[in-house]
Structures are given as structure tokens and as C-alpha cells.
């Protein structure tokens, strides 16, 4: 079946620092992928998509690349804010007639100033 | 905002009585989601639905069921109230496979 694997959080940061992100995944097919972000106390919001192998998908600073060789699509930021403090989930939708999406367990990030 | 609405946002009920969750969309779209979120499990897909009458089963289904009697609502039923269905309930909605797909604010349930 379909499934998303991502790291095992929480991860605490330093504002300025570099954030990965990792997020692999198992699907048959051509699936989409995406990274949602939650907020306190809030619903998840899209951060970023890739419909397509070697897409990169990009946003407030954000970006992934769809790596369909190595089963993965890791988020990164070069600088994080204390802003960025959230829940991120990794997701896919199988593609073709199949819309429903599967998600990560969500890695908890701390930006600390 | 994305036009999709929850109600209610926060309920406390006992074991054994019937719960009802409403998601109520403005958009249009075709395809509708129940899920639940809990720690260390991240979000599971109870049903869904792909159209006017036409819903069918997630990974963790059992104790639930669903309704949409029309576009714009899609409607959680939780037949017995049990303290394992105390969580946060999510609506979502999307077009397509490709499109976005929005997710309501939550419901948090809690089961006493």
C-alpha cells in the first residue's frame, strides 16, 4: 500500500539555522506529493506541492524536489524564523483515480530566537 | 479562505451517545475527507467521499459512518460515542488529484 515515512521529531532549532526535513515514500504508480503545515491550535495549510518527478515545489522559503530515484521529497529552509515554529506533514496522493491522501506522523519544529 | 467549515469546533460527550460532526463546504468540490488526528499517529483517513451519495471506507472506518446528501455537506457520525474517539476531527475537500486540497479548522471531541 501507500505509505509516507518522515523523521522523527521534535526538532529545535536556532533562528537562522538550516532545516531539513526528511520524507520518504512508498506508492505504486506516479503519486503527487506535498508538505502541510499546522500551526497552534489550527487546520493544516498546503506549504508546498510536486506533481512530477524532479518538480520542485517552493513557498515562503521553503522548497523540496521530487526524487523519484530515491523514493524521497525532504523539505528545507536556509534560514528558519521563529514564525516557522509548526507541525510538518509529508503526503501523497496516489494519482489517477485514487484521491486519497496519505500522510507522515508530522515532525514538530521549535525555532527558538 | 478556502470556504470549508466545521461545526461544532468543540464538544464533550459521554460513552454510548451519538455524536454528529458537519463539514459544510462553499466551494463546489467533488471530493470530501473525514480525517482524525492523533499524537504519534498524524492524520488517518476515517471515510471519503466522491460524490453526492458515493463515500467509501478509510483505514480506520470502524465505529463511524458518513453522509453526503449533497454537495456542500459531508456529515461524521459516531453511532456509540467511545473514550478511543476522543480526538481532533478534520474535514477536507478538493476538485482533484492534482489541485490542493483544504482542510477545515478541526473539531476536538472529547469522550467521557
Known amino acids: 500500500g501507500n505509505s509516507v515515512t518522515q523523521m522523527e521529531g521534535p526538532v529545535t532549532l536556532s533562528e537562522e539555522a538550516f532545516l531539513t526535513i526528511n520524507c520518504t515514500y512508498t506508492a505504486t504508480g506516479y503519486p503527487s506529493l506535498f508538505w502541510y503545515v499546522q500551526y497552534p491550535g489550527e487546520g493544516l495549510q498546503l506549504l508546498l506541492k510536486?506533481?512530477?518527478?524532479?518538480d520542485k515545489g517552493s513557498n515562503k522559503g521553503f522548497e523540496a524536489t521530487y526524487r523519484k530515484e530515491t523514493t524521497s521529497f525532504h523539505l528545507e529552509k536556509g534560514s528558519v524564523q521563529v514564525s516557522d515554529s509548526a507541525v510538518y506533514f509529508c503526503a501523497l496522493t496516489p494519482g489517477g483515480s485514487n484521491y486519497k491522501l496519505t500522510f507522515g506522523k508530522g515532525t514538530l519544529l521549535t525555532v527558538n530566537p | 479562505d478556502a470556504g470549508i467549515t466545521q461545526s461544532p469546533r468543540h464538544k464533550v460527550t459521554e460513552t454510548g451517545t451519538p455524536v454528529t460532526l458537519r463539514c459544510h463546504q462553499t466551494e463546489n468540490h467533488r471530493y470530501m475527507y473525514w480525517y482524525r488526528q492523533d499524537p504519534g499517529h498524524g492524520l488517518r483517513l476515517i471515510h471519503y467521499?466522491?460524490?453526492?451519495?458515493?463515500?467509501d471506507k478509510g483505514e480506520v472506518s470502524d465505529g463511524y459512518s458518513v453522509s453526503r446528501s449533497k454537495t456542500e455537506d459531508f456529515l461524521l457520525t459516531l453511532e456509540s460515542a467511545t473514550s478511543s474517539q476522543t480526538s481532533v476531527y478534520f474535514c477536507?475537500?478538493?476538485?482533484?488529484?492534482?489541485?490542493?486540497?483544504?482542510f477545515g479548522e478541526g473539531s476536538w471531541l472529547t469522550v467521557v
Open positions: 510536486a506533481t512530477k518527478a524532479d
Open positions: 477536507a475537500m478538493t476538485e482533484s488529484a492534482l489541485d490542493t486540497i483544504y
Open positions: 467521499s466522491y460524490g453526492v451519495k458515493d463515500t
